[in-house]
């Protein structure tokens, strides 16, 4: 892993940790927004939103833009889709798993299956 890329991901999940930073772009999925409707379901002032906002910008999560007063915050694609791509190489080991295991639960039913007809 290239150290920028893993500088990227250490920015990318710090800011994904958090259920607000998840929030505010499950939300910006659905279109850009401004600050004050982003911050219209939590409890928290505009500076702390602001502060969200802040962190999903450094990791390149979002961008924010300035019509007059206003500031709107756009999900930008590229970067969730390098954090779904470093998941999707671990998902095949996952995957490898669970199939071991289903193998494994279906020879322990046969062999628990075999006993009690051999009861």
């Not at 279109?31 to 982003?38: D, M, S, Y």
Request: charged fraction near 35%; hydrophobic fraction near 40%.
């Amino acid at each position: 892993m290239v150290e920028d890329e893993a500088e990227f991901l250490d920015r990318a999940f710090a800011a994904l940790a958090d259920r607000t930073r998840r929030a505010i772009l499950a939300r910006l999925a659905t279109g850009e927004a401004g600050v004050t409707e982003l911050a219209e379901p939590f409890q928290m002032s505009l500076p702390a939103v602001s502060k969200h906002l802040k962190v999903l910008e450094r990791a390149g999560l979002i961008t924010r833009s300035r019509e007059a007063q206003w500031r709107y915050c756009r999900l930008e694609p590229g970067p969730l889709k390098q954090v779904a791509e470093w998941v999707g190489d671990y998902k095949r080991f996952w995957d490898e798993s669970y199939e071991r295991l289903d193998e494994y639960l279906e020879e322990l039913k046969k062999r628990t299956e075999q006993e009690g007809e051999n009861r």
